[in-house]
């Protein structure tokens, strides 16, 4: 199979293999299991709440409106990771095009800065209901929670479109191999025979407004949140209060968490090794924890799961 092709006497990068986690030896069998059988979880956990919120009359609020996006957005990065990742630890490595690869990025950072948007438009929601509960159904109406939701795919697009054209400038002569189980952007710049001190440079200053300024409004909003918690003189009341944001705050610290660790650490030796592992974190445990972070403590849910399962009795008592 052809790697390389000659061009102007240079060798361009046409096929790129990705190591994933090296041999696995005996485990790997159940390795590509317990990935497959997280995956199908990750799946039809987050095909759940969309299909909850969009069947159920009680789940029709901003809240839970947010929350399909969020699923939405989890759907696309774990299916863009996962599928392949079988492949690589079944076969013990794994060959992509250079065309794909490139793709596989570039969806990386759609699905991974349309989640950091929805969260930070989760966050104004908790904001909202908590801090200005009066003007909360005025502020955060359908119009709003449409625009709010729209603009955040659209500035994903845009960071997308930039991560491509900034790459696609690049040239591309070797090696071919990616000491990885996906094309992350730190591996593929590695492949680059270009100078890549500008599409780092350009990498960090788009990380300020789609990462570092998200967690920044977060992390303010929730500090008016839970001061304004705590002001409430009843303890039935303050834990009704953080009880509406305590699912969002758990996914939101678990998202920035896996993403600084997985970026914030060097990447050599064994802790390349750790590195791998908490992108498996971040791109199959997230999309497979937020269903049931979300799913575990509400009523609401639950209580639409229980109907929804009565119908779908019903339907299948009649033709029976």
């Given at each position: 199979m052809q790697l390389f092709k000659i061009q102007s006497n240079q060798t361009i990068v046409t096929e790129v293999i990705l190591l994933g986690f090296g041999r696995l030896e005996n485990i790997r069998f159940l390795v590509f299991l317990?990935?497959?059988?997280?995956?199908?979880?990750?799946?039809?956990?987050?095909?759940m709440i969309i299909i909850l919120v969009s069947c159920s009359k009680n789940l029709q609020s901003p809240m839970y409106f947010f929350l399909t996006n969020l699923s939405f957005s989890d759907l696309m990065l774990t299916t863009d990771i996962v599928p392949n990742l079988l492949h690589i630890v079944l076969h013990e490595t794994g060959r992509m095009g250079f065309v794909g690869c490139v793709f596989q990025l570039n969806f990386f950072i759609f699905s991974e800065c349309s989640?950091?948007?929805?969260?930070?438009?989760?966050?104004?929601?908790?904001?909202?209901?908590?801090?200005?509960p009066l003007h909360y159904t005025s502020v955060m109406n359908f119009s709003s929670c449409v625009k709010l939701t729209g603009f955040s795919w659209l500035l994903s697009i845009f960071a997308m479109l930039m991560s491509t054209i900034t790459i696609i400038?690049?040239?591309f002569c070797g090696p071919n191999t990616v000491n990885h189980f996906f094309c992350d952007v730190t591996p593929v710049l590695k492949l680059s025979c270009s100078d890549i001190s500008m599409v780092q440079l350009a990498m960090v200053c788009l990380g300020v407004p789609t990462l570092l300024l998200p967690l920044f409004y977060v992390v303010v909003s929730y500090s008016y949140v839970i001061f304004t918690i705590l002001k409430i003189p009843s303890s039935t009341g303050k834990q009704k209060a953080f009880s509406t944001c305590s699912s969002h705050l758990t996914v939101v610290c678990l998202f920035y968490a896996t993403l600084i660790s997985i970026y914030g650490l060097p990447t050599r030796g064994q802790l390349l090794n750790i590195s791998k592992l908490l992108s498996l974190l971040y791109t199959l445990g997230t999309p497979?924890?937020?269903?049931?972070?979300?799913?575990?403590?509400?009523?609401?849910?639950?209580?639409?799961?229980?109907?929804?399962?009565?119908?779908?009795?019903?339907?299948?008592?009649m033709h029976l």
């Open positions: 317990l990935l497959l059988v997280s995956y199908c979880m990750a799946i039809c956990g987050n095909l989640e950091c948007f929805v969260l930070t438009v989760m966050s104004y929601d908790r904001y909202s209901a908590i801090c200005h400038c690049l040239n497979l924890l937020n269903p049931v972070i979300y799913t575990l403590r509400n009523k609401e849910i639950n209580i639409a799961f229980q109907k929804l399962v009565n119908n779908i009795k019903g339907v299948l008592h």
